[in-house]
């Protein structure tokens, strides 16, 4: 079977997403993108999340064929590919309903930034994109322009949910639940009053440094 360890990975954090609670049922899926082969493993269609294995990932192609799996793919595998193909730095994908980032997205409203904590993971606000249908590429096509020139890894579909990215999937796992956390924390300051903006100039700062200086150093 192929990119077993990339199965093995893609599936352990499939499990990410309901223990974070951020999908109910089958909804939401994880890819990612083997850099070798170029071929991407991603969720089996309407699966539930505890019946997931390595075995039942799908292997497909740039463009969404598949090339291994006794399953369909997700319904988003279009959009996940179109990501893909015009993102070489990308690894990883990742799609939720989670409820305080998706309300946001039910008005088509970006998430503001009022905490350093969401300014380390995201340097600003979390953008939101149009609304676009599913089944085709034009989700993934509409998230593509969206987060041109953005520093956000995370961005919200209109009327849908969120999708995040990463240069690896473990990446775009950890931006899904930060947009999560980052939404509730602004939705509660919302009911509270007029949340404080962070200025640009301290955006810039808090993100560089978490991007650049926070945690350990990989080894040499
Ligand atoms: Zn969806």
Redesign the pocket.
Known sequence: MKLMPLREKVCALHQELPRNNLVVWS???VSARDPESGLVVIKPSGLLFPDLTPANMVVVDADGNVVEGDYSPS??TASHCYIYRHRPDVHGVV???SRYATAFAALGREIPCFLTGMADEFGGPIPCGGFAL?GGEE?GQEIVRTLEGHRSRACL?QN??VFTIGETVTKAVKAAVMCEDSATTAWLALQLGAPIPISQDNLDRLYDRYQNVYGQRSPA
């Open positions: 909804m939401g899926n319904s988003d799609h939720t309903h599913i989700i579909m849908h949910g």
